[in-house]
């Protein structure tokens, strides 16, 4: 038994490399899996179901879906990029959408699955814009919109958000110690994985009296046209990390 869990990917046209190592690691590693967890971020940005005809799209959508019919469940929870993932593509690439955060059990471990910007919440700028963007009446406002229309608007906000996080100071950007611990506290003091922060760690803490582990991916790049990646496994019983 194997469970994979990846995250924050981040594919785009830009980066061929990536899609290249994505589409090995699911023909290659990931054949040994029986669940595969994608946590957020798996595009670099998604405008909506109605851009499955993107080449780029399209491609992981049946790279996916090849993958499943292998036997391995596929589960995917919304990053901050990729939210506006829905049912469409779910249905084309034969994964299974969750709710966040997600309980899961690796064996007899509990375990807490979220994407983790969340947690972030000493970046006051960044959550005041995730609780609008969240909101289901806004999403729906702006799929209305012409799919050319919304990428030029996410285009002006990806903009408006690097200069925003060159200007923030690194800790702000990283987990709020109290907002975890209130998140162990909440589902029973289970071990948690998340991704986002791109700062990939085991974290000992202790809520409560509480031993719990906090275990972050690492995100997937290119470093002078080579792709790298990262798949955490579980496998007999304990969580290891293989690089791609
Ligand atoms: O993703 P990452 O790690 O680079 O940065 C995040 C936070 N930024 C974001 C924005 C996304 O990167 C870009 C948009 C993705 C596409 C979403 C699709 C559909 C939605 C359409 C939106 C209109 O998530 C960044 C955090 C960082 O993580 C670390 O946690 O700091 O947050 C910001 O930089 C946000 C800024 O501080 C404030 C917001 C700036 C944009 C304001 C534009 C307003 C437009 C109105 C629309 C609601
Ligand atoms: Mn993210």
């Not at 709020?176 to 909440?186: C, K, P, W």
Request: net charge negative; glycine share 6%; hydrophobic share 40%.
């Amino acid at each position: 038994m194997q469970i994979h869990f990846i995250s924050d990917l981040h594919l785009s046209a830009d980066r061929p490399e990536l899609t290249a190592l994505f589409e090995h690691y699911l023909t290659g590693p990931a054949q040994a899996a029986d669940s595969l967890y994608i946590l957020g971020d798996l595009f670099e940005y998604w405008a909506g179901d109605d851009d499955l005809d993107d080449p780029l799209n399209h491609g992981v959508a049946k790279a996916l879906a090849v993958f499943a019919e292998g036997g391995c469940k596929v589960h995917f929870m919304a990053g901050n990029r990729d939210f506006l993932l829905s049912s469409e593509f779910a249905t084309r690439a034969r994964l299974h959408i969750l709710d966040e955060p997600t309980l899961i059990q690796l064996g007899e471990q509990r375990t807490l699955l979220c994407h983790g910007d969340s947690l972030c919440t000493d970046d006051l700028a960044y959550q005041a814009f995730r609780n609008q963007v969240r909101n289901p009446a806004w999403q729906a406002q702006f799929l209305t919109q012409p799919l050319a229309v919304r990428k030029q608007i996410i285009a002006g906000v990806r903009k408006k958000s690097e200069t925003a996080k060159s200007e923030k100071d690194a800790a702000i950007m990283d987990v709020n110690g109290d907002t975890v611990a209130a998140l162990l506290r909440e589902h029973g003091f289970p071990l948690l994985i998340h991704g986002h922060t791109h700062r990939p760690a085991v974290h000992q803490i202790e809520v409560d009296g509480h031993r719990c582990e906090r275990w972050v991916l690492a995100d997937w790049r290119v470093e002078a046209e080579l792709a790298s990646g990262e798949v955490l496994t579980w496998a007999d019983g304990k969580l290891s990390r293989q690089p791609l």
